[in-house]
């Protein structure tokens, strides 16, 4: 057995069923611009996350590139969390705009609608918002599709671990007037590296694909556009993998309720998630009391060979390259990035391993 236990482990497809679908590929020599595998993969993945509008694209952040150019807010004011992977505040750095960060929910650790609120009477120059489904913690989508709407403002989920989340029987990606997702190797549902945006209307999809492929088509140019196109041996490796995500995220289920019960009573505390949330069970994130606690803690698991990750460590606002007016404090999300630990999580974990986990962690807080 291996003794390393990681953050994630890649879930890979059955070789036989992978290799299958290459040889296709072979056969036809048709490796990239928006071949069969791709198609395919789009419809499938429109079936599965009961949405209308999904386009592949080669990953996470370019598709969330398309999404804010596409939404017309390329070199404007965007107001984000501050709470979230640095790929988020990357794209809207690339797309030359300007962060405008506001403060989480100190529970749901997501963006705070008061807080928003706030924020747009204060900056009425802010042209778009953009939020993140934080492990797969679902938004208060409600308030801030609310909040969008009275003040006419696009909203783009971050969406990036969300990936089969469903809230209030509808598919969580289903929110906002776009919304992202990454499929790369770390999530749940992977191509190896790629993403995705779920727009809403057939222009808006028009528009994203005239995007991902440098603008044109034929000899008509339309916009200004990138390569953000996904291949087919990325299209072949998510057209493998997507039959067993319903038992991945079963798999994760288990472990997380394993995980419950083993840390229970320990000096810990947990994201709060909505009663309306189907989660997919993404990550396994504790908050430690204070970031010494932090420190000591995952030095020891790392001695025991239990690599855990500070997701999502530091908090973007501290970031030493932005412009010093983009730095304003964020408290909240300061001292929740200070605190936050992803233990690992993946359906192969073992029940032994889970418990190596969970012992050296309790007797780490001990000391």
Not at 190 to 214: D, Y
Not at 257 to 281: C, E, H, I, Q, V
Not at 335 to 355: H, K, T, V
Request: hydrophobic share 40%; with cysteine.
């Amino acid at each position: 057995m291996e003794n390393k236990l990681y953050v994630t482990k890649s879930r890979l497809p059955d070789k036989e069923i992978f290799f299958r679908r290459l040889e296709e590929v072979f056969q036809t020599a048709w490796v990239t611009n928006h071949g069969c595998h791709v198609r395919n993969l789009e419809t499938s993945l429109c079936d599965y996350l009961a949405v209308d509008e999904l386009l592949l694209c080669n990953n996470g952040t370019t598709a969330l590139m398309l999404a804010l150019q596409c939404a017309g807010l390329a070199g404007k004011k965007i107001a984000l969390t501050p709470y979230t992977y640095v790929a988020t505040l990357s794209a809207i750095l690339w797309m030359g705009c300007t962060p405008v960060f506001v403060d989480v929910d100190p529970e749901t650790m997501c963006l705070s609608p008061e807080k928003l609120r706030k924020c747009l009477q204060d900056s009425p120059d802010i042209a778009g918002v953009l939020p993140v489904h934080v492990y797969g913690l679902a938004c208060d989508v409600e308030s801030l599709g609310d909040i969008c709407r009275e003040n006419g403002l696009p909203l783009i989920y971050d969406a990036a671990q969300a990936f089969g989340c469903r809230y209030d029987r509808s598919g969580l990606l289903n929110y906002g007037d776009y919304s992202v997702c990454s499929f790369h190797a770390t999530k749940l549902f992977h191509t190896a590296e790629g993403g995705c945006v779920v727009s809403h209307s057939a222009a808006a999809h028009q528009a994203l694909s005239r995007a991902r492929a440098f603008g044109h088509e034929g000899d008509t140019h339309y916009c200004l556009g990138i390569n953000a196109k996904m291949s087919e041996l990325h299209a072949a490796m998510g057209l493998s993998l997507l039959p067993g995500t319903e038992d991945e995220i079963a798999r994760r289920k288990r472990v997380h309720t394993t995980y419950d019960t083993l840390l229970a009573g320990m000096n810990l505390a947990f994201p709060k998630r909505s009663s309306k949330l189907d989660w997919n069970y993404a990550y396994y994130p504790v908050l430690l009391p204070d970031e010494s606690s932090l420190l000591r803690v995952q030095d020891a698991l790392a001695q025991q060979d239990i690599y855990t990750r500070r997701y999502f460590y530091p908090a973007l606002n501290t970031l030493p390259y932005l412009k010093a007016e983009w730095q304003i404090s964020c408290p909240v999300a300061e001292n929740l990035a200070s605190r936050a630990l992803c233990l690992p999580m993946y359906g192969d974990l073992e029940e032994e391993q889970i418990a190596r986990v969970a012992a050296s962690l309790g007797e780490a807080l001990a000391h």
